[in-house]
């Protein structure tokens, strides 16, 4: 019995892979989705679950990629899915990786090592299933990773405002209009920092875009080789969304690293660490200015000059002011000094 519930708790073990050419080939997400042409989010299903394999249960939020991506009586996934609600994916993963070590541990199934992913929007992630995430992450003795695939809006319903919609982005609830031109005044919401920051139990929270994609999977890897509940945040170009020519999708995702927007990196452990591009900018490489990633996508394309001019100065005061760029949004105050008392 002991030797059961010890197994049950064990990840399985994926290493990295070390280039495009020794990414395995077998598909868990294959042909027969209706997500629109050059869909990056497809593309994150697609290459989380090759990255995860065959022993993997994925739950998905309502969304696209559960509307887009499910017809009666057909489906892309290869692997076990299950659709749960759109705020639910906390709770779809936290009760699905009990449920099956509790099976494992009665001996009702094989004890082995099970990736159980659970996928939202940032609709549902971000703002209405916060909650259940943030639960999530609290409980270390539960295997499961969530995946925030987050195209900026809640983009099945027809292109609304999400808590992560970028500041001034023409959608239909916020339509530019003549007397009034910025219409959504809010910044983005730190999602990833905000959750790694405040739950000490989970041991790794990455950001990625699909755009690098072995980058992309490795990360979702080392997220299934960590054991407790873990958290990744990708940001997904949406030609539909965002107004542009689906061959840009690629090109945008890079934009938006190498314009600063969207910083990748990772904390393992507590520990913050940049890759790829971000890396790069963090050692000196210059960013990319803003107005090259905003004027490709028609949803910025009321911006003026002064609207440019603003945006460009919310991502250098990231860059510049912040505790950790894109991370922690926190300064010293000037003079202050930590009691040891
Ligand atoms: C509680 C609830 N409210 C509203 C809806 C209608 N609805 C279905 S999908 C969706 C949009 C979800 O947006 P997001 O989570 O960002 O995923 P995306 O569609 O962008 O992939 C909404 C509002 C719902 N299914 N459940
Ligand atoms: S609306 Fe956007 S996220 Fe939804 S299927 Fe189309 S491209 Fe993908």
Redo the contacts with the bound molecule.
């Keep these: 019995m002991a030797e059961a519930t010890i197994f049950a708790n064990q990840t399985q073990t994926l290493e990295p892979f070390k280039g495009v050419k020794k990414v395995t080939i077998e598909e868990y997400f294959s042909s027969g989705h209706r997500t629109c042409q050059g869909c990056e989010?497809a593309l994150v299903m697609k290459l989380m679950v090759k990255a995860a394999g065959p022993r993997t249960i994925v739950l998905g939020?309502?969304?696209?990629?559960y509307?887009a991506n499910t017809t009666y009586y057909s489906t892309p996934w290869v692997v076990p899915w299950m659709h749960t609600?759109?705020?639910s994916s906390g709770s779809a993963a936290l009760g699905t990786a009990a449920g099956l070590k509790a099976l494992m541990k009665k001996g009702k199934m094989k004890a082995e090592p099970i990736n159980v992913i659970a996928f939202?929007?940032?609709?549902?992630?971000a703002d209405?299933g916060l909650g259940a995430i943030s639960a999530t992450l609290t409980h270390k003795e539960y295997n499961s990773l969530i995946l925030l695939?987050d195209?900026e809006?809640?983009?099945?319903?027809d292109i609304q405002l999400?808590g992560l919609t970028p500041y001034g982005a023409h959608t239909t609830f916020s339509p530019p209009g003549t007397v009034k031109r910025i219409i959504h005044t809010r910044w983005k919401k730190n999602v990833a920092g905000m959750l790694a920051a405040g739950h000490p139990e989970c041991r790794y929270v990455a950001t990625v875009c699909a755009s690098y994609a072995v980058e992309m999977m490795n990360r979702v890897r080392k997220a299934l080789t960590i054991p407790g509940p873990t958290f990744i945040h990708s940001l997904d170009p949406c030609p539909k969304g965002w107004d542009y020519d689906p061959m840009l999708s690629h090109e945008l995702g890079e934009l938006a690293i190498e314009t600063g927007i969207f910083p990748l990196y990772e904390v393992e452990d507590g520990v913050v660490k940049y890759y790829g591009k971000t890396k790069a900018i963090v050692d000196g490489r210059k960013r990319k200015p803003v107005r090259e990633y905003l004027l490709k996508q028609g949803r910025f394309a009321h911006f003026t000059e002064e609207d440019l001019a603003y945006f460009q100065a919310k991502v250098d005061e990231m860059w510049e002011k912040w505790e950790m760029p894109g991370v922690v949004a926190f300064r010293k105050q000037p003079g202050a000094v930590p009691s040891v008392n």
């Design positions: 989010s939020s309502t969304g696209c990629m509307v609600q759109l705020g939202c929007g940032d609709g549902g992630g209405m695939y195209n809006s809640y983009a099945n319903t999400s």
